[in-house]
């Protein structure tokens, strides 16, 4: 195989959020490969399906912000049992993909005579060493693997359902929401990846005009961050891909990607009543046009900025040990405070599932997204201010 063949990637995003992974997709294949194909097979909860040449499917590992990670679909077959699946993997073709490692296996099975993974992982790693003893490696890759950082290697991703059997090579490596960047986080930060999933949503609520987007709980600034580099492009971590022999032999022909300096948001302005946690956000914006100052969001002070656009991520009772104290009426007086400080068109807040709005005063809801944030099940409110 080379880098121009068509091939079959599934991107791994949270569940209920693949849509908002779409629009990015789309938005990116346009700005960086709009002389390419891009083909949607099919989206299912938990990832999108696509088709493309072989080099920019990798390549979305630096130019998406929004997944998970992307594996790389090798093959698909029906098998009942670890010694046909052990016939399978030996005869596959993994000279492309591997560079002499017993690889690590990732398994996941549903109404499968297959559903052991410790039998599963042995199978396909004996499978893999017995197509070594057929075709041994090249000297220049098995130079390559013992360099390698052992971390960084392709693991195999192996699935069933119903006795049909999907073999993929995961791409990334450590999660896509891990940049590269050294970035300090505060208490119960969000994930990078699910910061750039919900600024997408905003988005879509938005007129085309300059906004000023505002965190008034800012901690370290994951959305304020993910703001402004909405539409970087990852060139300060490894990627696994980039240790598979098909990548090592045609590395000078991936294609060269650039960022953007297209933002949604003209201004990008911070809030945070911890001192400590206002310096920690400082340095992760050093040398930005962030602002982060320290606030009190309930000091009853106006700071109305015009077109502006609150998004919050406040601390879960479940979260931080005051489930008493941190209720709906919280959540209600911490709109309530928004609306009179900021009075922005625009304001998305995440709440925790178990503390759903019916009606908030002076807004309307646009939009609920329901996911999980660390583990919490949890909901993201776009509230509209019909005062403006």
């Not at 300090?184 to 000023?212: F, V």
């Amino acid at each position: 195989m080379n880098l121009i063949d068509q091939a079959r990637f599934f991107i791994v995003y949270p569940v209920d959020l693949e849509d908002l992974g779409l629009v990015e997709l789309k938005e990116k294949f346009v700005q960086h490969f709009s002389a390419d194909s891009l083909t949607l097979v099919k989206i299912i909860p938990g990832g999108i399906e696509i088709e493309c040449p072989l080099h920019i499917g990798l390549s979305l590992n630096s130019v998406l912000r929004t997944p998970t990670r992307i594996l790389l679909r090798l093959g698909e077959f029906k098998c009942r049992d670890a010694p046909k699946l052990f016939q399978k993997i030996s005869k596959f073709n993994w000279s492309p993909w591997l560079i002499g490692q017993t690889p690590e296996i990732e398994s996941a099975t549903s109404n499968s005579r297959l559903f052991d993974s410790r039998k599963i992982e042995k199978a396909i790693q004996d499978g893999v060493i017995q197509y070594y003893r057929h075709k041994p490696v090249k000297k220049k890759y098995l130079g390559h693997f013992e360099k390698a950082d052992k971390k960084v290697l392709p693991t195999i991703y192996f699935r069933a359902v119903d006795d049909v059997c999907t073999i993929s090579l995961d791409t990334t490596g450590e999660r896509l929401h891990l940049r590269g960047e050294k970035i300090l986080t505060g208490l119960a930060p969000i994930r990078e990846s699910l910061a750039a999933l919900l600024l997408i949503e905003l988005k879509t609520h938005l007129a085309p005009k300059d906004y000023t987007l505002i965190d008034p709980m800012c901690g370290s600034g994951t959305f304020l961050l993910e703001a402004l580099n909405a539409n970087a492009v990852t060139v300060e971590r490894e990627f696994s891909f980039l240790h598979t022999p098909v990548v090592l032999d045609n590395f000078t022909a991936m294609q060269k990607i650039h960022s953007s300096g297209l933002r949604a948001f003209k201004n990008l302005i911070g809030f945070e009543i911890n001192s400590e946690v206002v310096s920690m956000a400082n340095r992760n914006c050093k040398d930005t046009d962030i602002k982060i100052e320290q606030a009190d969001l309930f000091d009853g002070k106006p700071n109305k900025i015009e077109n502006s656009v609150v998004v919050i991520n406040p601390p879960y009772g479940i979260r931080v040990g005051e489930k008493g104290e941190i209720n709906l009426a919280y959540y209600l007086k911490i709109i309530e405070n928004v609306k009179n400080k900021f009075e922005p068109e625009i304001l998305g807040i995440i709440i925790p599932a178990d503390n759903k709005i019916k009606s908030i005063p002076n807004f309307t809801i646009h939009s609920i997204r329901p996911f999980k944030n660390g583990g919490i099940e949890v909901l993201f409110y776009v509230l509209k201010n019909i005062r403006l």
